[in-house]
T-cell receptor
Framework: AQKVTQAQTEISVVEKEDVTLDCVYETRDTTYYLFWYKQPPSGELVFLIR??????QNEISGRYSWNFQKSTSSFNFTITASQVVDSAVYFC??????????FGAGTILRVKS | GAGVSQSPSNKVTEKGKDVELRCDPI?????LYWYRQRLGQGLEFLIYFQGNSAPDKSGLPSDRFSAERTGESVSTLTIQRTQQEDSAVYLCASPRRRAGSPSEAFFGQGTRLTVV
């Protein structure tokens, strides 16, 4: 069965600091998909990124970057120069082909000004 | 519609009553998920509909929970004889159609259920 572990329950940083959110996954399948979602205080989940298991290239989108390492089964998310608006709960998720999304427990990120 | 719509947005019910939650997915999206999120917790998978295939009901916590979907449109999640432990936000999501692979899921705002 699939499993996603986000070991960091809560992280607090000061604005402009860089912060990395960890995600470790477990699956026996060789084809799978990884996701990150953001849940701001408003509650609605916002999709951030989707990555398939055959694409290990790191990705950068503005202040966001993702580091996918199959060797350690990790898909970590880094926010550079954090801002107060980044404060939210961030979820990592795993899906097999045509199957349900399995979410981690989430990491609460608090960015203080 | 433009996004996933859920109703009601809030529901307060007495213990023992039945409740029905509704989800209108994005038009044309063949798959649909229901998740439950208790206060301060992660997302707990409940049920997954994919086209005409039999739904994956492996996440339903008890036989008090059931869900239906009419074709590729509206889905209803029914909780019978509600208990206080059922209090949570119930989220519906519909993934965008993407040939051969799971795509990002678009989530609704959720229904906040409070059982008193």
């Amino acid at each position: 069965a699939q499993k996603v572990t986000q070991a960091q329950t809560e992280i607090s940083v000061v604005e402009k600091e860089d912060v990395t959110l960890d995600c470790v996954y477990e699956t026996r399948d060789t084809t799978y998909y990884l996701f990150w979602y953001k849940q701001p205080p408003s509650g609605e989940l916002v999709f951030l990124i989707r990555r398939n298991s055959f694409d290990e290239q790191n990705e950068i989108s503005g202040r966001y970057s993702w580091n996918f390492q199959k060797s350690t089964s990790s898909f970590n998310f880094t926010i550079t120069a954090s801002q107060v608006v980044d404060s939210a709960v961030y979820f990592c998720a795993l899906s097999l082909y045509g199957n349900k999304l399995v979410f981690g427990a989430g990491t609460i990120l608090r960015v203080k000004s | 519609g433009a996004g996933v719509s859920q109703s009601p947005s809030n529901k307060v019910t007495e213990k023992g009553k039945d409740v029905e939650l509704r989800c209108d997915p994005i038009s044309g999206h063949t798959a649909l998920y229901w998740y439950r999120q208790r206060l301060g917790q992660g997302l707990e998978f409940l049920i997954y509909f994919q086209g005409n295939s039999a739904p994956d009901k492996s996440g339903l916590p008890s036989d008090r929970f059931s869900a239906e979907r009419t074709g590729e449109s509206v889905s209803t999640l029914t909780i019978q004889r509600t208990q206080q432990e059922d209090s949570a936000v119930y989220l519906c999501a519909s993934p965008r159609r993407r040939a051969g692979s799971p795509s990002e899921a678009f989530f609704g705002q959720g229904t906040r259920l409070t059982v008193v």
